[in-house]
């Protein structure tokens, strides 16, 4: 492996971390897959969001999807049908949230912020940037509920999650 910033920055403080979380706070050792809540959330990887806090569950609670955005992709898709029948899901929360980037650049703009910052092209990459949040949402909604592995056997919920209040706004 050749010398860069990812390999020469380390990890030891995060290693140390997890001893003392593995010590002290770690509760679910034992515990199956199960969502135990019955609560699946697709959301953003935005680090200001906590999903499991922010509808008061805990880790064994729920499975949690993220990408940028928050988007039901295929691949979310995917993880929602294993979610709805072998892993106890009931409920499926599609949480994008305010002042997302994914919603506020285009894909022209965020191209050429990550080639500024890689020094090198990145015209190549595509980035699935959000026109209109709430249209997005609503689509992906419908996506969740007209997926003839999921349709009708669970709750499907869209809401906006305020970044700033931490307060859910259910859309739809
Ligand atoms: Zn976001």
């Not at 030891?12 to 979380?21: F, H, P, V």
């Not at 499975?63 to 929602?80: C, D, M, Q, W, Y």
């Not at 609503?138 to 931490?166: C, E, K, N």
Request: hydrophobic share 45%; with cysteine.
């Amino acid at each position: 492996m050749t010398e860069n910033a990812s390999t020469a920055t380390g990890f030891d403080d995060l290693l140390e971390a997890n001893r003392t979380y593995a010590a002290t706070d770690f509760t679910t050792g034992g515990f199956d897959g199960i969502a135990h809540a019955g609560v699946a959330i697709v959301t953003c990887m935005d680090s200001r969001i906590d999903p499991l806090r922010l509808v008061g569950l805990s880790p064994g609670d729920a499975k949690i999807f993220r990408n940028p955005g928050g988007r039901v992709t295929s691949n979310a898709l995917e993880a929602l049908v294993l979610g709805v029948h072998l892993l106890g899901v009931k409920r499926i929360l599609i949480v994008p949230h305010t002042r997302c980037a994914m919603a506020s650049h285009t894909e022209a703009e965020l191209r050429e912020r990550v080639g500024a910052s890689a020094g090198q092209d990145a015209s190549w990459q595509g980035f699935h940037v959000i026109d209109d949040q709430r249209e997005a949402l609503l689509a992906d909604v419908r996506a969740v509920r007209s997926h003839p592995l999921i349709g009708d056997q669970v709750a499907v919920g869209g809401f906006m999650y305020d970044v700033d209040t931490g307060l859910l706004d259910r859309i739809v």
